[in-house]
Structures are given as structure tokens and as C-alpha cells.
């Protein structure tokens, strides 16, 4: 055979030797990235861990209630807690507005670029935040009896 690259054809003559060349497995398009589309992708994926942090911060909202205001940063934790989910839930929105909007209407382009800066700063509240509930410490409480 004349080259390494070759796939069999099912109308290839299996009595000769008839060389296919290998097809690509990704189709190469020649259009433009369409940058909406890439955003919407964007915007969902940040969502996705919005959500995952959502829950990590409710799992630790019932830890700190479990353990009552007898814990020594209860109230604390309770407020970094409570900050984080509404940012969380502050961010959400953002980012549904941002995925609602048409990236390709230049109109919108100061709107949805002042909507992704607000949405990267809460973020990195959100991440402060959470990275002093860490600090702060929620411990499942005890189960024995």
C-alpha cells in the first residue's frame, strides 16, 4: 500500500488494492467563529460552576445551622454565607441577561461589556468571600449519641 492513512470503503474494490483516503473525524467549517454562540457557551459553563458553588454553599449553610449559635463563628459564617448565595444568585441573573442578548447587535456591545465586568467582579467577591468561609471553618457536627 502506498500510504499509511487509508480506510476501507464499503464500495472499495476488495479484490484490488484501492486506496481511500482517511477521512478527518472533525469537519473543518470554513465560516466565521460565531462569537454569540461562543458566549452563550461561555455564560453556560460559568453558570454550571455557579450552580456547584450554590450547592457547596448551601451544604455549609446547613452545617453552620446544624451546630447552632453555640459554634464560636456562627454568626459570622452565617453573614459570608448568606453574602456568597445572594451574589451567587446576583451573578445568575447577570449572566441570563448576558446569554439573552445578541452578541452580533453592536448596539449592545457597551451594555453586555459592562454586564461581563460587573458579572468577573462579583465573581471574585464571591471567591474572597468563600475563601474566608474556608478559613472560618464548618464542621459537620458530631453524630454520636
Do not use: C
Not at 461581563?116 to 471567591?127: D, H, S, Y
Request: avoid cysteine; aromatic fraction near 8%.
Amino acid at each position: 500500500m502506498a500510504t499509511d492513512n487509508l480506510e476501507m470503503n464499503g464500495d472499495a474494490d476488495r479484490n484490488g488494492d484501492v486506496e481511500v483516503p482517511l477521512r478527518s473525524r472533525w469537519p473543518r467549517r470554513q465560516e466565521p467563529l460565531n462569537m454569540n454562540h461562543y458566549a452563550n457557551k461561555k455564560s453556560a459553563a460559568e453558570s454550571m460552576l455557579d450552580v456547584a458553588l450554590l450547592m457547596a454553599n448551601a451544604s455549609q449553610l446547613k452545617a453552620v445551622l446544624e451546630q447552632g449559635p453555640e459554634f464560636y463563628f456562627y454568626f459570622p459564617l452565617i453573614t459570608l454565607i448568606s453574602i456568597s448565595l445572594i451574589l451567587q444568585i446576583v451573578v445568575g441573573i447577570l449572566l441570563i441577561f448576558i446569554v439573552k442578548w445578541n452578541l452580533n447587535d453592536e448596539s449592545m456591545h457597551y451594555r453586555l461589556n459592562v454586564m461581563e465586568n460587573i458579572a468577573t467582579a462579583l465573581v471574585f467577591v464571591i471567591v474572597v468571600v468563600n475563601v474566608f468561609i474556608t478559613a472560618f471553618g464548618v464542621q459537620q457536627p458530631n453524630k454520636s449519641a
